[in-house]
């Protein structure tokens, strides 16, 4: 014979045990959430926070230029970038709403991280400026500045910013370009340049970026000079 309704409740004493282990945590938000930009974006707060300081391995994505959050969101949607939770969050998302996000971080100016202090060897450092401000004609590289701008706070409308990146980040995303999981559209004019340098010359110029004093105002340039250096798929002419 089936459980009668009595045996199949929870005794009230479990779900007194029940009610004081879990918070009523509907209480403290409301019953209907704000259908706005802001709350929706919170999950991307979890690791590229509001704070100020910069997190090792997450980019800082405030201010950066629209077109550029924007193609990074698709190129995690097709696979050319590989990061298991990044794929999750927008495999879904149709490419308007990656749009509407890509434009609220871009708007999006708070104040820049506090540099980080280094204790990098100065002849490390100094290649590493060299190879930001005036690249290496030899090993065909051209300088940083002559695709991200004069201040390294990207361009409009598509190319990243550097200043402000942490020196493991940028690290790792060198290291993406190296073994193909991180593209761009082709021609993937950084995944050229990442295999043109050593190993050493990342960690030079890693280092010099992080370590560099950050430019007061931190918007990307409205334009740099053309032609850029090398073919570019996701910053066209």
Known sequence: MADSPRKRSIPWRSA???LAAFPVFAAERPAVLPDTIEQ??????SCHAKASAPDPFFP?????PAG????????FKEGRRQYPLMIYMVDHLPEAYLKEIAEYYSAQHLPTPPVQPSNVNPAVLERGRLLVLEGDKALQ?????ACHGERLTGVKPAIAGLAGLPRDYINAQFGNWRN???RALAP???????????LADVAAVSSWI???PLPADMAPADAVRRPLPLACGSAPE
């Open 180 to 182: 193909k999981t991180r």
């Open 16 to 18: 007194c045990m029940l």
């Open 141 to 145: 590289v051209p300088a940083c500045i």
């Open 40 to 45: 929706r974006v919170l999950a991307c707060t």
């Open 68 to 75: 550029y959050l924007y193609n990074q969101l698709i190129n």
């Open 188 to 198: 993937d004019c950084m995944g050229v340049i990442a295999n043109r340098l050593s």
């Open 210 to 212: 992080a370590q560099r």
């Open 60 to 64: 800082r994505i405030s201010g950066k």
